[in-house]
């Protein structure tokens, strides 16, 4: 008999005899697992417990195929499901395509050592893990304290996949004043909230609370993250510090401590916070990238292949794959002289993304990168003018800071600096509030010797924007929209691709429709700014407000 058959034996024993809570025998189910055996038995103790929703996934793709079906309210995954996603990639699509929410249970099942597999989660932690063999006993009180604690947050939930943050945080609130046993679930998903609406004060009051009452890691995380979006760079590189040193396999304080450092421009410093995170989790794709970005922008290109392979390796039944993966894999084996195989790698971009504009980008402009060190003048500029013409196909999207920095550093690699000093600029104007964007901005300007003071761009760009942006608001308050509109419209029309601006002016015309009246004039001119913004950030929070607005003006004209 099988490991997986004995397993399976032992979770059937005394099936019969199992019961739940009633709130769990309504609830949809999904068994997640390649071994029929396996699914069998857990799907016959959920049976056992007169739940009669649910349904079965042998892999990775059939489980995302039946999660776009049916909405499901608990999901029990193996982690190593064989060729294709793991338990873990499935989680990740599962979240990153909103096809399961905050009220949805999904247990992890795994009958390995698990140190890797949670220490690589972090990004996407599942609310549970079960080792294999487990008794029906075991998951009954396990599935009956996550019911316990996800309770109530259907409509929280509801509001939260419509980005209606504003009745996600009053049902919150809602269910806080009611002093329930889930209320720590409650108070970290509401500063979550609150953090991802830039509503840092009113999260800081929340990780206050909770800490003033006992030290609990999540909060000060949290403490951590605010201080680090409020630009305490100072601070919040003491909190991160502090974690580890009470917690050195805590890998979220790893990740935030080098956006910090490099906010802080210490680029060395991060890179070697993140080697010792990658040392601790070495499945985390982004943490991968993120450290083979530091090590190539620091020179320390044997470092950056290293980090890069790791994550191409990730990304390969990962929703998260992206060429940049592999144009950073090319571009530090060509730093370290394997062009040859840096080209093999571009060839890849072209196999794996087969159609893709932004594939069609990175593999110009790396091409380019890699012909320049190879000596290939003439290679490297037909390369160069491919990836001028692949960013024009890109149509809006070019606009997107990603693109524009790797055209950027193609540019000063070729020593076009010039064309990289004002594409930088560029970038900057339409990214003044993005702290990461700004840092590697910052990075490229000092490794690749640009006459341009990135930093003093920065500043002057910021000042600008809240110069007339408060402008803007004085106008609002006086009642005077037509001269407010006026203003932050000359604002967009300089930084076209600037989300904040494009969304303030937005917001001025729906706030002079909703004293005035709307027009279908006034309609159009939001959806124009709105579809600026959605073409360069499709998820943001803001547009989905500024759309519930509109719809309660004129819902018919608005489209939606």
């Not at 799907?43 to 009669?52: D, E, V």
């Not at 037509?482 to 729906?510: C, H, Q, S, W, Y």
């Amino acid at each position: 008999m099988s490991r997986e058959e004995r397993a399976a034996s032992i979770i059937l024993r005394g099936v019969e005899n199992t019961r739940m809570p009633a709130g769990l025998l309504s609830k949809t189910y999904l068994v997640i697992d390649d071994f029929p055996d396996m699914r069998a038995a857990i799907r016959s103790i959920i049976r056992s417990i007169g739940a009669t929703q649910v349904d079965q996934a042998r892999d990775g793709k059939e489980a995302i195929d039946l999660m776009q079906k049916t909405r499901y309210d608990i999901i029990l995954c193996d982690y190593n499901l064989g060729p294709g996603k793991d338990g873990q990639q499935i989680l990740e699509e599962a979240r990153y395509r909103q096809l399961i929410g905050v009220d949805t249970i999904f247990v992890m099942i795994t009958a390995e050592n698990t140190r890797d597999m949670v220490m690589g989660a972090v990004e996407h932690i599942p609310d549970s893990y079960l080792s294999k063999p487990f008794t029906k006993e075991l998951l009954q009180k396990r599935l009956e304290k996550l019911y316990a604690r996800k309770a109530d947050l259907q409509t929280v939930n509801k509001a939260l996949m419509a980005k209606n943050y504003n009745a996600a945080i009053a049902e919150l609130d809602r269910l806080i004043s009611t002093n329930p046993k889930n209320l720590s679930e409650l108070l970290k998903l509401k500063a979550e909230t609150c953090i991802t609406t830039s509503r840092y004060d009113d999260a800081k009051e929340i990780y206050d609370q909770v800490l003033d009452a006992r030290e609990i890691p999540w909060a000060r995380l949290g403490l951590g993250k605010v201080q680090f979006y409020k630009t305490d760079y100072p601070q919040a590189r003491e909190t991160f510090e502090q974690l580890i040193a009470q917690d050195p396999n805590l890998i979220l304080a790893y990740d935030w401590l080098a956006k910090t450092q490099s906010a802080l421009k210490e680029f060395t410093v991060a890179e070697k916070t993140l080697q010792t995170a990658v040392k601790l989790s070495p499945r985390g794709l982004k943490r991968q990238q993120l450290l083979g970005d530091l090590a190539l922008g620091n020179g320390d290109s044997e470092q950056a292949e290293i980090a890069y392979e790791h994550a191409v390796t990730l990304a390969k039944n990962s929703v998260l794959n992206h060429p940049a993966l592999f144009a950073g894999l090319a571009k530090s084996k060509s730093a370290n002289n394997k062009h040859t195989e840096a080209l093999k790698v571009i060839a890849d971009i072209g196999k794996k993304f087969q159609g893709s504009d932004e594939a069609a980008f990175y593999v110009a402009s790396t091409t380019a990168l890699v012909k320049h060190s190879q000596g290939d003048t003439e290679g490297a500029q037909e390369a160069m003018h491919a990836a001028e013409a692949a960013m024009k196909d890109l149509g809006a999207r070019a606009q997107d800071h990603l693109f524009a920095l790797e055209m950027a550093t193609t540019y000063s690699e070729l020593d076009e600096t010039d064309k990289a000093a004002a594409l930088l600029h560029q970038t900057i104007a339409n990214n003044h509030d993005e702290h990461e964007c700004l840092a590697q901005i910052v990075q490229i300007c000092s490794k690749a010797g640009i006459e341009y003071d990135a930093e003093k761009a920065i500043r002057e760009i910021r000042q600008h924007v809240v110069k007339t942006n408060n402008a803007g608001v004085r106008l609002i308050k006086q009642g005077d929209f037509d001269a407010a509109i006026t203003l932050l419209r000359e604002a967009a029309e300089e930084m076209p691709a600037n989300k904040t601006i494009n969304l303030n002016v937005a917001k001025a015309i729906i706030m002079k429709m909703e004293q005035a009246g709307a027009t279908s004039e006034d309609i159009l001119a939001v959806r124009h700014y709105v579809e600026r913004v959605q073409g360069l950030a499709p998820g943001d929070w803001r547009v989905a407000d500024i759309l519930l607005r509109l719809r309660q003006l004129a819902p018919k004209a608005s489209g939606e």
